[in-house]
């Protein structure tokens, strides 16, 4: 189940399980969007994007869906593996006049369990 | 291995001490970032250049001063700083005026006593 509070928001599932974990950004302009995956110790990593223009692209294992009418984002993991066990963001990159760069959501804590 | 390379991994320094995270890219991305991380938060946004010229200052304190000497680095040079900036500060770059993924390095750990 997912809990939320001061803490970073978690979302514990079973091994072998699916898990979809949700974002909601906050600019209806942003036209492109990362997931990024953060193990403990490490930089972010890139997991999937999407364009704007696009509502769904899959790659190995893991789904992300788009819906621009309510501004939310989700990733799917298929099969979840202990691997998968990280803390995960989504990005929006925004453009403005000075440039564009990604803005990131509060990040969800995924937890194995075996 | 991430392409982005960063040094320090981890830097320790007193409220007093000078010293500079350093960051190096060969991709020949043109856009380099500075973000700051806090523990159990997302990174967030410092300093952007583009074409080695700072494009984005996030309203950092001055105690935070970035250089970007050529296409490949990018530093941060730290000065005066408090307990509070203690962080993992993250390097990033990609490619300029095209949607692409933005690279990140591995972060330099700072603990400001």
């Known amino acids: 189940g997912e809990s939320v509070g001061l803490h970073l928001p978690t979302l514990s599932v079973q091994e072998g399980d699916n898990s979809i974990i949700n974002c909601a950004y906050s600019n209806s302009a942003s036209d492109y969007f990362i997931w990024y995956k953060q193990e403990s110790g490490k930089g972010p990593q890139f997991i999937i994007d999407?364009?704007?223009?696009?509502d769904k692209r899959q790659g190995q294992r893991v789904t992300v869906l788009l819906n621009k009418t309510v501004k939310h984002l989700s990733l799917q993991i298929a099969a979840t593996q202990p691997g998968d066990s990280a803390v995960y963001f989504c990005?929006?990159?925004?453009?403005?006049?000075?440039?564009?760069?990604?803005?990131f959501g509060p990040g969800t804590r995924l937890s194995v369990l075996p | 291995d991430t392409e982005v390379t960063q040094t320090p991994k981890h830097l320790v320094m007193g409220m007093t001490n000078k010293k500079s995270l350093k960051c190096e890219q060969h991709?020949?991305?043109?856009?380099m970032y500075w973000y700051k991380q806090k523990a159990k938060k997302p990174p967030e946004l410092m300093f952007v250049?583009?074409?080695?010229?700072?494009?984005i200052n996030e309203s950092v304190p001055s105690r935070f001063s970035p250089e970007c000497p050529n296409s490949s680095l990018l530093n941060l040079h730290l000065h005066a700083l408090q307990p509070e900036d203690s962080a993992l500060y993250l390097c990033a770059s990609r490619v300029v005026d095209s949607v692409g993924e933005l690279f990140f390095g591995e972060g330099s750990r700072l603990t400001v006593l």
């Open positions: 999407i364009r704007s223009n696009m």
């Open positions: 990005a929006e990159n925004i453009r403005d006049n000075y440039g564009q760069n990604f803005v």
């Open positions: 991709m020949g991305h043109r856009a």
């Open positions: 250049y583009s074409y080695e010229k700072l494009s």
